[in-house]
């Protein structure tokens, strides 16, 4: 559980009130003015308490603007930490990735990304916990942290996926520990029971082939050029969290992403913005604006989205937004074979390139 103390009044900040407190009452009791009943001295009178007033709120308002601006540096530092900035290229692999919060002026959510270049290849997680601010970053932290040492150690991505689910249950009876220290073990083993986390495995080997597996997450679209295609797999297994993983647990083969292709992974908070009539964001018309101009860059493909999307809600959007852009920065010399784009069941011991 990350908690962020507001720290106690210090001598120095209670001087100006103690000050201002000092004038009225010297001022009632010590003025000769403040005693006669005329309209003049009441007058003052009512002028020099609204002064004092108005002081004591434009302290008490410096004072929690000051709190305010030290608690968002703090939740900056634990989202640095936390959900830390992604390398420019992992592996011949571009990456760009950005994340916009629902609290308005607040810099942390519940959506979770992740790219990490390993012997296995690229591997990469986009998840969406549920809620969002402070309270989902636990949880955010607890994933990653078993992701970011799980993705070395494990050879199979369904693996991966499992020391994943492990991470979410053993976090949730702490967590539930931790707030209801009366309960007893029975009451530990099922805690939380609403919670869930919607998460997107995927890997990205050298020749470029795709394995993806799907908890409940909107599957990512696929740009070659200026077309922009929808990577779906079938359907997808049900969020982490309220049912426990099927016994069988294998990745799906995705085709290959070829050189100059991008994957645009994304939270289901930018499919489900709304304008202020209702209507949802439509993001592959917007990634297709986004592509319209070639060549283009992970990080311009971002930056036009997010504006897009900032337009299309005010500035106002209703939920988390996370984004992550792959582009294949390799050349076509490096791909064993092309293959075309597609969804199967993996084969063994090596999937096969669809037709």
């Not at 591997?123 to 799980?150: Q, Y």
């Not at 495995?201 to 394995?211: A, F, K, S, Y």
């Not at 319209?292 to 493909?301: E, I, Y």
Request: hydrophobic share 45%.
């Amino acid at each position: 559980m990350i908690r962020i103390k507001a720290r106690a009044p210090t001598g120095r900040a209670l001087v100006l009130p103690t000050v201002w407190g000092a004038v009225a009452v010297g001022y009632k009791y010590g003025c000769p003015l403040a005693q006669q009943d005329g309209l003049g001295a009441r007058v003052v009178t009512s002028a020099v308490f609204f002064a004092v007033g108005t002081g004591l709120i434009f302290h008490v308002r410096h004072a929690l603007l000051r709190e305010l601006r030290l608690a968002r540096r703090a939740a900056r530092a634990a989202q640095n930490v936390v959900l830390r900035p992604l390398p420019p290229r992992l592996d011949g692999i571009d990456v760009a990735a950005a994340q916009l919060s629902a609290d308005r002026g607040a810099s942390v959510g519940g959506d979770l990304y992740e790219a990490i270049a390993t012997e296995h290849g690229v591997r990469v997680v986009m998840g969406d916990v549920r809620g969002h601010g402070l309270a989902a970053l636990g949880t955010v932290a607890a994933l990653l942290g078993s992701f970011r040492e799980a993705v070395h150690d494990e050879p199979e991505l369904g693996r991966v996926l499992r020391r994943l689910d492990r991470a979410l249950a053993r976090h949730l009876r702490e967590r539930a520990r931790a707030e209801h220290p009366a309960h007893g073990a029975a009451d530990l083993d099922n805690p939380v029971a609403e919670e869930f986390v919607t998460v997107l495995l995927l890997e990205i080997g050298r020749d470029g082939e795709l394995r993806v597996l799907n908890c409940g997450h909107p599957w990512p679209y696929v740009v070659t050029g200026t077309r922009v295609e929808q990577l779906a797999c079938g359907d997808p297994l049900p969020p982490l969290g309220p049912f426990p993983l099927p016994a069988e647990l294998e990745a799906l083969a995705g085709g290959r992403l070829r050189p100059g292709e991008s994957l645009v992974l994304f939270t289901d908070g930018a499919e489900d913005a709304r304008d202020p009539h209702g209507r949802f964001f439509p993001l592959p018309a917007a990634l297709r604006d986004a592509v319209r101009d070639q060549p283009v860059s992970p990080q311009t493909v971002l930056r036009a989205l997010f504006r897009a999307l900032l337009h299309h809600t005010a500035g106002r959007p209703a939920d988390d937004v996370a984004l992550l852009v792959l582009r294949n920065g390799r050349t076509r010399g490096e791909l064993s074979c092309p293959g075309a784009r597609g969804c199967q069941a993996p084969t063994h011991p090596q999937p096969a390139p669809h037709a």
